[in-house]
């Protein structure tokens, strides 16, 4: 079982850059690839990126490929998203769960808003 905590969210200039971070709790987490998801108003949540259980292994949305990097310090039960480069397109609310994503472990996520 794996649970959640997103923080790091905030308001960024377009081509800013912002750091997410998400504290996992549970016994599961080192066995769990990860991901970073996001919601805006309106619409479906989306998949961002995903990193494996070890963490040598990293896919991404089309749209943030070479402006967002996720990592992970198993060590530290974390999880991050490093984000550059930022577009307003980008303003959502941003989550982590497992991959792929479990009901049951949806934190409150942390939002992004991207504006000048």
């Known amino acids: 079982q794996v649970q959640v905590v997103e923080s790091g969210g905030g308001l960024v200039q377009p081509g800013g850059s912002l750091r997410l971070s998400c504290a996992a709790s549970g016994s599961s987490f080192r066995l769990s690839a990860m991901g970073w998801y996001r919601q805006t108003p309106g619409k479906q949540r989306e998949f961002v990126a995903v990193?494996?259980?070890?963490?040598?292994?990293?896919r991404y949305v089309d749209s943030v490929k070479g402006r967002f990097t996720i990592s992970r310090d198993n060590a530290k039960n974390s999880v991050y998203l490093q984000m550059n480069s930022l577009k307003p397109e980008d303003t959502a609310v941003y989550f982590c769960?497992?991959?792929?994503?479990?009901?049951?472990?949806w934190g409150q996520g942390t939002q992004v808003t991207v504006s000048s």
């Open positions: 990193i494996s259980n070890g963490g040598s292994s990293t």
């Open positions: 769960n497992v991959f792929p994503p479990s009901p049951e472990y």
